[in-house]
């Protein structure tokens, strides 16, 4: 079956350290991939995406992720870690073909201790 | 560039109850979605949107959800009656073309959160 994975629920990350947030997929074909924060009471943002081409991924606010295709995973990274970075992340796909949607993973919530 | 907008921002009703949801996606996309987000999971589609017409409600429970695009611009998503299992954020997207194309992005409202007592 379809899905995507975040094997992460919560994590704590102190202040100024460095992040990685897992994703693993299952798909038949490589999805379009995508990282989604939301902070509590917000909406969903988009931090990057990823379509073809260079498997490293430069986001906003400092977030990167790499597309690694042998382990269907696209994991979200960032080298330091600020206090306002503490929300919930959400990995979600999109099959390659006309009208598909998004699909979420459960998401990962990160926590930022000082 | 105006987001998308969604009101109410907060909705508290009793079951059996309805209740109505409205979103106004960004001028010009073509793609509305409307997801529901229970806690501690993430957005599920109940239904995607192509100009006025119906893409895919496949997971929109039909027998108490309904939705509507008239005029291919906003929308609104109503349940009647309510359960207690309702209870959720409701999120509105939209994109200039379906999600499935390369390139393309799906911007999010800041949601209507429903608490059903």
């Known amino acids: 079956a379809q899905s995507v994975t975040q094997p992460d629920i919560h994590i704590t990350v102190s202040e100024g350290a460095s992040l990685e947030l897992r994703c693993n997929y299952s798909y038949g074909a490589t999805p379009y991939l995508f990282w989604y924060v939301q902070s509590p009471g917000q909406g969903l943002q988009l931090l990057l995406k990823?379509?073809?081409?260079?498997?490293l991924v430069q986001g906003i606010k400092g977030f990167e992720a790499e597309f690694k295709r042998s382990q269907s995973s696209f994991n979200l990274r960032k080298p330091s870690v600020h206090w306002s970075d503490a929300a919930e992340y959400f990995c979600a796909v999109v099959p390659r073909r006309g009208y598909s949607t998004l699909t979420f993973g459960k998401g990962t919530m990160l926590l930022v201790s000082p | 560039e105006a987001g998308v907008a969604q009101s109410p921002r907060y909705k508290i009703i009793e079951k059996r109850q309805s209740v109505a949801f409205w979103c106004n996606p960004i001028s010009g996309h073509a793609t509305l979605y409307w997801y529901q987000q229970i806690l501690g999971q993430g957005p599920k589609l109940l239904i995607q949107?192509?100009?006025?017409?119906?893409?895919?409600d496949s997971q929109l429970p039909k027998d108490r959800f309904s939705a509507e695009r008239l005029k291919g611009v906003d929308s609104t998503l109503k349940i009647q009656p309510a359960k207690l299992e309702d209870s959720a954020v409701y999120l509105c997207?939209?994109?200039?073309?379906?999600?499935?194309?390369?390139?393309?992005?799906?911007?999010f409202g800041q949601g209507t959160r429903l608490t059903v007592v």
């Open positions: 949107f192509q100009n006025n017409g119906v893409v895919d």
């Open positions: 997207a939209s994109s200039s073309i379906p999600m499935g194309q390369m390139n393309t992005e799906a911007f």
């Open positions: 990823y379509f073809s081409g260079d498997t």
